[in-house]
């Protein structure tokens, strides 16, 4: 569903350029238990892409001979990759920092009962999207009884240490806006979170990030069906903040798909917008040892305004 392609490339985007490699963000496939409105990605329980076993030993060989500081690891729900846990064991033993993007939902599914436990003993830093601390506004964007089983989720990751004070073991939340709108300030909101979750549900956590919805896939598709499209780009456009082009999360990120293609980014992978876009060949993670990307132009459009308007957005939440 690329429907949203041709309106974003025409679409001026200021020109920014890559600083040095720190993190690989892996998208180990669009299989989820889930199905948000939001979701940039498309992912369901019924996508059957999923990363193999012999793409995630390239991955691996990668980050054995570079000087990766984070793997990031996305989906879907990576977590129902049956290779999750071997990567996740292999790059821990390298002493790379870990990051699962967790639903929360998962944890829930009887197959994954020990998964919880496998995330702590491997001390995996868990991003976790909780759209809203309200129940309602949850479960209409991300399914009937989805807010329920996340806040079991939270208390299960709580009791085993995750956001605790002092603990080593770091519990973030995520929240989107329910629709076409900008997010509410990040340090406001994570004020609102912790207050109403510690006092309801005896929850904590680390620190909220604070995304806009990304107009592609789903969500674009839901505002080209409303005819709210057009609308929203220029609510981004015109909420555009130049500072936050400096740190922008695509400077110092490669995204790898399920199949080992590289992107910018996992909204421009979700887009077919490669690295190297304008060489009109994907390259891929058995490839990456020999190029240095550094100053590289990175492939921009329409969509990035999403990642710059008002306080920033990026998958470690507002840049300013």
Partial sequence: MLATLPLLKNIKFPTINRDNLEILQVNLGY???QQCLHCHVNASPSRTEIMSHETCEQIINYLHHNSIK??????????????????????????????????LTVLSLAEQSDLADFLTDNQVEIIASLPCYLEDNVDKQRGKGVFKSSIVGLQQLNSLGYGQKNSNLKLNLIFNPQGSVLPAPQTTLEIDYKKFLKEKYNIVFNQLYTICNMPIKRFGSTLISNKQFDEYLQLLQQAHNDNNLNTVMCRNLVSVDWQGYLYDCDFNQMLGLALFWHSLEKRH???????????NPITVAGHCYACTAGQGSSCGGALS
Wanted: proline share 4%.
């Fill in 285 to 295: 993670i058995s490839e990456l040892n020999n190029m240095n990307l550094t100053n």
């Fill in 31 to 33: 299989l989820c238990n």
């Fill in 70 to 103: 984070i793997l990031d690891l996305t989906g879907g729900a990576p977590e129902l990759n049956p290779n999750f846990r071997y990567l996740v064991e292999t790059v821990r033993k390298m002493g790379i920092h870990i990051i699962d993007r967790c639903n």
